[in-house]
């Protein structure tokens, strides 16, 4: 990724709050990492501080962890591989994350969460991962990088990879109870799916024209951006997108990554200045 094509991206944070008619409200969101370049795949980790990737001037992809006691931003990866999607593992214990290797081998890795340093290859034969979920402390759902993008479940006790649906986006989540939900496209519209447990795929609801991310809150309800503002959805998704809040004035322009604590008491978004075109 070059200097030229690297997308203007920020990460913005506030507290949040799950009202009982059942909205959210939100504090005022401030800009933690003010700068030119990129900032991006926000995720929160067990103990509530936040992990983010970063490319900074020496163009290398790293993760970047933001402390949320003491408010303070370090570096959180030291290898000499790019590596993005950071996210907790199950257990609390590592980040891990997609590494892009020498050879261009993209697989899951996992990093010591006090030291950052030791690593652990997951899935040694597992490779072209773009983006991945935990389901569960064995069970890995992860997009492989094929054209189009195809979804694929990953056992990782046997090492079987079962391939689940085919033209799918970078989002992938599950509910409480455990069902994998992913963004697959139908002709021209991108729609939220789920992946049943009879091993068919339900189309749930569609997206904004330009919508490629969404997120769980509390109670299941699903979040998404378009343009500078936030829409929701609640669990059975029958009254559609309703609107939550708009942070245009705050200078947000696109949201798209999205992500809560495990508390839900705050929220972190990406605002990508790059492509800023609300979409309908």
């Not at 003491?70 to 590592?94: A, C, H, N, V």
């Not at 990093?111 to 402390?137: C, M, N, Q, R």
């Amino acid at each position: 990724m070059s200097a030229q094509t690297m997308p203007e991206t920020d990460i913005w944070m506030t507290e949040s709050r799950f009202l009982p008619n059942g909205s959210i409200f939100f504090g005022s969101p401030k800009n933690l990492t003010e700068r030119a370049g990129y900032d991006n795949q926000p995720a929160f980790l067990k103990n509530g501080n936040l992990v983010y990737t970063t490319i900074r001037e020496e163009q290398q992809a790293e993760i970047y962890q933001f402390d949320m006691q003491k408010k303070f931003i370090m570096k959180f990866t030291l290898s000499k591989e790019s590596e993005y999607s950071p996210q907790s593992t199950p257990d609390g214990r590592y980040v891990s994350t997609v590494m892009v290797e020498k050879d261009s081998t993209q697989r899951i890795w996992k990093y010591d969460l006090e030291t950052g340093l030791d690593k652990i290859l997951v899935a040694p034969k597992t490779d072209s991962v773009g983006y991945f979920h935990w389901l569960s402390d064995s069970v890995i759902a992860f997009a492989k990088i094929t054209q189009p993008m195809s979804l694929w479940r990953l056992n990782l006790k046997t090492g079987k990879e079962e391939k689940i649906a085919e033209r799918v986006g970078r989002s992938i989540h599950s509910s409480k109870e455990g069902l994998l939900y992913f963004i697959q496209s139908h002709d021209s519209t991108q729609w939220i799916c789920r992946f049943e447990k009879n091993g068919s795929i339900t189309k749930l609801i569609e997206l904004y024209k330009g919508t490629e991310d969404f997120v769980f809150g509390k109670d299941n309800f699903i979040l998404c951006g378009n343009g500078s503002k936030l829409y929701y959805t609640d669990h059975d998704f029958s009254k559609g997108w309703r609107y939550l809040s708009d942070f245009e004035k705050l200078g947000v322009k696109k949201i798209t990554r999205i992500a809560f604590n495990p508390t839900f008491t705050y929220i972190a978004f990406v605002d990508d200045q790059s492509k800023a075109t609300v979409k309908k």
